[in-house]
Structure formats: structure tokens, C-alpha cells
């Protein structure tokens, strides 16, 4: 699948949650491997700040994230909306610390990217892909973040709280295209108890009944109530009976659960790659969620790339009667076995290195060890099939070396290893040229990897 953006710019207005002043936000389209990014307009220079797990600061009734002294906090609807939609670049600009609250849902997100639409580009999705049970877990508080593998992303989420209202409810998205329709209408909430050291803390300025739903659940004095009316500057409300004191009726039974759902959404979008796999989070919230999203964080920077997923009883795209009938090399000299995937800027093949290899009698008879050469070479061949299918009659042409850089030996290959290639394009084919990215895994870890230029030249 490509990486999408918008297809034009849109813009919300409205009050800010913590501080209560009018903002305004424009949702413009990036380009390709952009990410998230948010720009305070109102600050001098207008800094630009990464909507990565690595600079959340914050995360008190709210997710922020910092440069320096400049912050953005509230971002986790806007977030969670752009997630759903499958944007993976857009540029938000904002003139104020936070994004407004609006009716503390991602409703009129959603609603505004399906007015503006979305636009496929040229670039392949960079998914992080679960591959087996990843957990994070707070004792203290009884919270925890598990991913399990799946083939599509979906969320499992479960509250619970010490109130007679507000107990145990569960709340689930199996597809993101129902996020618009089941979850982004939940609203945020707060219960009636908490509001005086929200508004102590200098929080929830701008709160009000028409953007967060308030939970009245412990007795209290009518003159405390009104007290609490007259901090957040808000009429007074008669209260008789523990419940919601909202005038809006619940988007749902379960409405809070599935706020905290589109919560965890929003913080998973911090990762910065779409994800692949199934969350469970028990009693969620912007800590335990943005922790997650750091620990995934982490396993991206330590390797730039995933080993890509493969399965031996899946029938190969090319078996390797069809990989000799498009290279010229034969044995002892043909080093890809098979090719598993392949999209219009990469490829994915496999060698499977036995102790019958003719090289493995000198190199070295006690302990052998693949050349480092011919691992290059092997990604050579992967990388020329490649080239091959931009061409119309591959089997007429060939592809010749030109140009090796940045060859890195990580760990060595034996016999009994699988080695997976992963060969994508750097730059565009000219001239009959290409520039080529390779790396060989086995297992999750990168033994080799290079940069190489080859040639395609039609046979004589």
C-alpha cells in the first residue's frame, strides 16, 4: 500500500481545554516520509515540532510534546482521526499551545478529511509490523499496553474505575474505516471530584458541559457544586442523583471507553509508521500509552528497517525455475533461491545457505563462513531482478555491477542460516541505472547491508 496525504488544506477553530483562548489549526498535505509534524506559527521562527513518542513531555489530561520551551499539547484526537483515515503525512499549523478541544471528540476531524479527501503517493507505507507479544506495564496504577501479531491493526480497551458510575465498560475497533462511525464521536470526561485540582493545576481552563462529559458519583454539598460551577465559570447545575450531568445525551452506553480507545489511538500514532497487530489496553491512559509508543520507538531507531515476514509455506512469486530464466548465473554462482515479494520500489528474496556450498571447502574448512562477497553479490541479484521488471521482455536484458558504497558486515552467515534480502530503490531508474539499497537479515537482525549501482543492457 502507498502513503497517502490530504488532498487540500483544512481548518478548525475553537476554544483550548487547558487554556481557554480561541484557536486556530490548518491541516495541510506533506510530502512523502513527512510524518506528522506540528508548526507553532505564533512563535518566533515558527518551530516545527516531530509528532514522535521521543518528544512527549507530558501527558496529564492530555498528551504534549515539547522543542525546547516550545509545546503542543491536546493532540491525541487530531492524532487518532489521521491514524484512522490512513494519512501518514500532514503538516498542522497552529497559533497557540494547544489544539482546540472543540466538542472533545475527533468527530469534526473526521468529518473535515472526508470533505477534503485523501491522495495516494508515489512511496510504499512503512508499517511496524508485530511479530510476537510486546508489554508494558505500571503496577502502580494496574494499567498495561500488550500487542499481540495479527495481519490488520485492531484495539481492545477496558476501564475501570473506584465509582459507582463509572465501573468496568470495554470498548473494541476492528477496522479503522469505523473509527468515524463508532469512536470519534466519544467524548472526553471528567469526573465532578477531580475538576477543583484540575482547575488548581491551571488545567481545563477552557472546560465546559458542552466538551467533556462530567461524571457526578461521590455526595457532595450543593453550595460545593456550585462553588465548583462558579471556578470553571460555567452556570450552576441542581444535582440530586449520582450520573452524568450533561445536557447531551452519551454518544453511547460505553461512550467513555471508547474515548480512552480513540486515546490510545492517538498516542500509537506517536510510533510514526502504521501498525500491524492487535492492542489490548487495560485501563489506558497518556503514560502508559505514550511509554509504549517509546519502547516501539527505541526498536525503530536500533534498526532502521524490519526484517520482512516470511513464510516458507506461502508459494514464492518466483520459484527458482523462473529466477534462471530471467539471470544469466548458474550454479555455483546463482545466490537467491526465491523472490517473496515485491512492490514497484523494492524487492524481498531468500537464500537458503547450506553446508553443501562449494565455497564453504576453503572458506573455512573449520568453521565455515559465507563470504562477505558473495552476500553482496547475492543482493546484487535480488536487487537485479528488480530492475528487471521495469522492463518490458525481462529475459532479453541483463544488469551488470557499477558501483558498491557503505558495504557494513554485521554479523556472519553459516550454514543452516535463511538469508533474507530486502533490495529498494534510492533513486529513480535513469539512463538504464539504478541506485539500490540492500540488506541481508537473518532472522530479526541485519548481517549486511550496501549501497550498490547497476546497469541494465540489453542482451547482444
Do not use: W
Amino acid at each position: 500500500m502507498k502513503q497517502t496525504t490530504l488532498k487540500g488544506d483544512f481548518t478548525v477553530k475553537g476554544k483550548g481545554l487547558h487554556t481557554g483562548i480561541e484557536i486556530e489549526a490548518t491541516f495541510s498535505p506533506a510530502p512523502e516520509n513527512h510524518g506528522y509534524k506540528f508548526q507553532r506559527i505564533d512563535v518566533e521562527g515558527e518551530p516545527i515540532i516531530d509528532a514522535l513518542a521521543e518528544n512527549v513531555t507530558y501527558t496529564t489530561r492530555g498528551t504534549v510534546i515539547s522543542k525546547g520551551d516550545v509545546k503542543i499539547s491536546t493532540i491525541e484526537h487530531a492524532l487518532a482521526a489521521l491514524y484512522a483515515a490512513g494519512i501518514d503525512n500532514c503538516l498542522i499549523k497552529l497559533n497557540a499551545p494547544e489544539l482546540p478541544i472543540l466538542d472533545g471528540s475527533a468527530k469534526e476531524y473526521c468529518e473535515k478529511i472526508a470533505e477534503v479527501g485523501t491522495e495516494e503517493q508515489k512511496v510504499e507505507k512503512d508499517y511496524y509490523i508485530v511479530k510476537q507479544k510486546i508489554e508494558v506495564r505500571d503496577d502502580t496504577t494496574g494499567s498495561s499496553i500488550v500487542v499481540l501479531p495479527d495481519d490488520e491493526f485492531s484495539i481492545d480497551t477496558m476501564v475501570a474505575f473506584d465509582s459507582p458510575i463509572l465501573t468496568n465498560q470495554f470498548a473494541t475497533l476492528e477496522n479503522l474505516n469505523e473509527f468515524p462511525s463508532e469512536i470519534a464521536s466519544s467524548r472526553t470526561f471528567v469526573f465532578v471530584r477531580e475538576i477543583e485540582p484540575l482547575v488548581k493545576g491551571n488545567l481545563i481552563k477552557g472546560g465546559d458541559l458542552e466538551n467533556a462529559i462530567v461524571i457526578y458519583d461521590s455526595p457532595l454539598p450543593q453550595e460545593e457544586l456550585d462553588r465548583i460551577a462558579d471556578l470553571m465559570n460555567v452556570p450552576r447545575k441542581n444535582v440530586t442523583e449520582f450520573g452524568y450531568v450533561n445536557d447531551k445525551p452519551l454518544f453511547a452506553d460505553n461512550e467513555p471507553a471508547r474515548h480512552k480507545l480513540m486515546d490510545v489511538l492517538g498516542d500509537i500514532a506517536l510510533i510514526g509508521r502504521p501498525l500491524k497487530g492487535k492492542i489490548i489496553a487495560t485501563r489506558p491512559g497518556h503514560s502508559i500509552n505514550t511509554t509504549f509508543s517509546k519502547k516501539i520507538r527505541k526498536e525503530i531507531k536500533r534498526q532502521e528497517l524490519q526484517a520482512p515476514v516470511y513464510n516458507p509455506s506461502i508459494e514464492p512469486l518466483m520459484d527458482n525455475n523462473r529466477i534462471r530464466e530471467l539471470l544469466p548465473h548458474r550454479y555455483p554462482f546463482l545466490l537467491v533461491d526465491k523472490i517473496i515479494e515485491k512492490g514497484d520500489n523494492y524487492i524481498v528474496g531468500v537464500k537458503n545457505v547450506t553446508t553443501n556450498e562449494p565455497f564453504f571447502q576453503g572458506h573455512f574448512p573449520q568453521e565455515p563462513v559465507m563470504p562477505g562477497v558473495l552476500l553482496v553479490e547475492a543482493m546484487a541479484q535480488t536487487g537485479g531482478l528488480l530492475v528487471l521488471g521495469t522492463v518490458d521482455e525481462p529475459e532479453r536484458y541483463s544488469t551488470y555491477f557499477m558501483k558498491i558504497d557503505n558495504v557494513k558486515f554485521r554479523q556472519k552467515v553459516v550454514p543452516g542460516d535463511t538469508l533474507i534480502f530486502h533490495i529498494s530503490f534510492m533513486t529513480e531508474l535513469r539512463r538504464g541505472c539504478a541506485v539500490m539499497k540492500g540488506y541481508a537479515f537473518v532472522g530479526e537482525k541485519i548481517v549486511t547491508e550496501c549501497e550498490f549501482m547497476a546497469q541494465i543492457i540489453k542482451n547482444k
